[in-house]
């Protein structure tokens, strides 16, 4: 079977550290980032009058996303230098400025492998997501989900060899895992199986290179489609 980049069209893939043929040469997508944009164009989520909020923006996502709604895209992240192919890319720190951004703001929120950064209390990122996403919204992201139960320490004094053994990468905090998802991310959305072949069809996940391994079961490469409805502490 042919597999072809369902963000730039591209069909070559290649190694990203141990996984082989899993990012796009040309875009760089990843199969989370592709499975995000199957989910935006499977059910329509983008038009030139979308407002979105792409947070830690993926280049060839973010390129796609602008090249529809242009300036409906806001682009942001704690480091905006490190995104210079984001056009008007902002500075936002998540613990600290989500409060000054309106209710109902947009209709559209991305985020993939964001919260594992985050210093403060996640809930208070996600209540601020909700509310200022529209009625009619939906957020799209990618939340790591790893063995083992959830652990959280932003202690400055852990080394990052500590950090890497705790959570599995030096630059995260906390890590959520799949022995009580149920108590942690569950009790803020509505969460259910994680099966993605019910939405799409195996055939349209190979074509766009999203392996099995990412179709079942809460894993890393998890990508949530979530509207107003699925929020639980509203």
């Known amino acids: ?24 040469s040309k875009c760089s997508s990843l199969e989370r980032t592709r499975l995000m944009a199957l989910f935006i164009q499977k059910f329509d989520l983008v038009n030139e009058n979308s ?22 895209c806001c682009f942001a992240d ?20 989500l409060d000054a951004i309106p209710d109902h703001t947009y209709d559209l929120i991305i985020h993939s492998h964001v919260l594992e950064h985050l210093p403060c209390n996640y809930t208070y990122v996600l209540y601020h997501m909700h509310r200022i996403l529209k009625e009619s919204g939906r957020i799209i992201c990618s939340i790591p ?8 320490c932003s202690s ?3 080394t990052d060899e500590q950090r890497k053994e705790r959570f599995g990468q030096n630059d995260h905090i906390r890590k959520f895992g799949r022995d009580d998802l149920n108590m942690t991310l569950g009790k803020v959305y509505n969460l259910g ?3 993605v072949t019910t939405i799409f069809s195996k055939e349209e996940l190979l074509t766009y290179n999203i392996p099995e391994n990412c179709w079942k079961y809460y894993t890393p490469g998890s990508v949530l489609c979530l509207s107003k409805t699925d929020y639980l502490l509203a």
């Open 1 to 24: 079977m042919k597999m072809t980049c369902n963000i730039c069209g591209n069909g070559k893939f290649v190694r990203m550290n141990a996984r082989k043929a899993v990012r796009c």
């Open 51 to 72: 407002k979105i909020l792409h947070i830690a923006p993926e280049k060839g996502l973010a390129d796609y996303l602008y090249g529809i709604a242009k300036e409906g």
């Open 78 to 97: 704690l480091f905006p230098a490190n995104y210079p192919f984001a056009k008007g890319i902002q500075k936002l720190d998540l613990c600290q400025d």
């Open 145 to 152: 989900v790893i063995h083992g139960f959830y652990d959280c």
């Open 156 to 158: 400055p004094e852990l």
């Open 193 to 195: 199986e994680y099966d």
